[in-house]
């Protein structure tokens, strides 16, 4: 679904807001990639402007120092915790839009480019891009192609590509400290319910996909990533900090 252009303008500036914990493997090829995307904005947008902020959410490793080396403003949060790294970057944060962003995904060259399209629309409330899965195992590729359907009848959207217009992030309160899993669906869900009752919308970008390291879903055994990933058993749970700590052990939640 796509905002539909009725009001337009254009955008002036977009804080890409990127949480990371130990996050050295993977946040140099991150951060090369979005380079990449803002090269293609400031080609069709020369007069607006992007900024990085990469949140250190308590790191042991160089994943400040290799953030500064691609020249992204690096903040520190303390306390080991996705939405509040995030909404951390967001009080941090110079842009009228944000777009919160995974540290271990690759984004195709027009993301940036997609995204100012959908918010030059004024009545676009925020949104997200779909994302491609690529564990390794065959059945897992499947499954995660079946939640995938099953997700969008629900009117899901995973958070390792979202974006908001700083006046709704705020409005909302931003993401919801108190969930340790699933706090992306829970916070693209608000702005959906909170557009529809203002007259707004919101998108959901398929043309362009984002692709996160499949680490996550390969590092246990086949039945407990199944288990863990089910909505049926995140749902009750999700609020109980310690269920999560073997998902999301050394990683940026």
């Keep these: 679904m796509f905002c539909t252009p ?9 804080s890409v807001i990127i949480p990371a914990l130990n996050e050295e493997r993977y946040i140099g090829d991150t951060l090369q990639w979005l380079q990449s995307a803002v090269l293609t904005w400031n080609t069709v947008q020369p007069d607006s402007s992007v900024e990085i902020v990469v949140v250190d959410n308590d790191s042991t490793d160089r994943t400040a120092e290799l953030a500064r080396s691609y ?3 690096v903040i520190s ?4 915790n996705i939405s509040r790294a995030r909404n951390s970057g967001a009080r ?3 842009g009228e839009a944000f777009l919160f962003l995974d540290a271990d995904t690759k984004v195709p060259a027009d993301l940036l480019k997609r995204i100012a399209e959908e ?3 004024d009545d676009c409330a925020g949104g997200a891009v779909a994302v491609q899965h690529l564990p390794a195992s065959a059945l897992l590729r499947i499954y995660v192609w079946c939640w995938k359907i099953f997700g969008r009848l629900l009117g899901m959207a995973q958070g390792a590509a979202q ?3 700083r006046d709704m992030f705020e409005k909302l309160g931003g993401y919801d400290e108190g969930i340790y899993m699933g706090e992306d ?3 693209f869900w608000r702005i ?17 996909q984002v692709v996160p390291s499949p680490r996550r879903w390969d590092q246990w055994p086949l039945w407990k990533t199944l288990i863990y990933t089910n909505p049926f058993f995140i749902a009750p749970l999700q609020r109980w900090k310690r269920a999560w700590h073997g998902w999301y052990k050394n990683v940026s939640r």
Excluded at 192 to 207: E, F, L, M, W
Aim: glycine content about 2%; cysteine-free.
């Design 119 to 121: 918010l030059q629309n």
């Design 92 to 94: 941090n944060a110079q």
């Design 192 to 208: 959906k319910k909170d557009a529809s009752r203002s007259g707004k919308t919101t998108s959901y970008i398929q043309d362009i």
């Design 185 to 187: 669906v829970d916070f």
């Design 71 to 73: 020249d992204a403003k």
């Design 77 to 80: 949060e303390p306390v080991r």
């Design 163 to 165: 974006f908001s217009r």
């Design 6 to 14: 009725l009001r337009q303008r254009k955008m002036k500036s977009l």
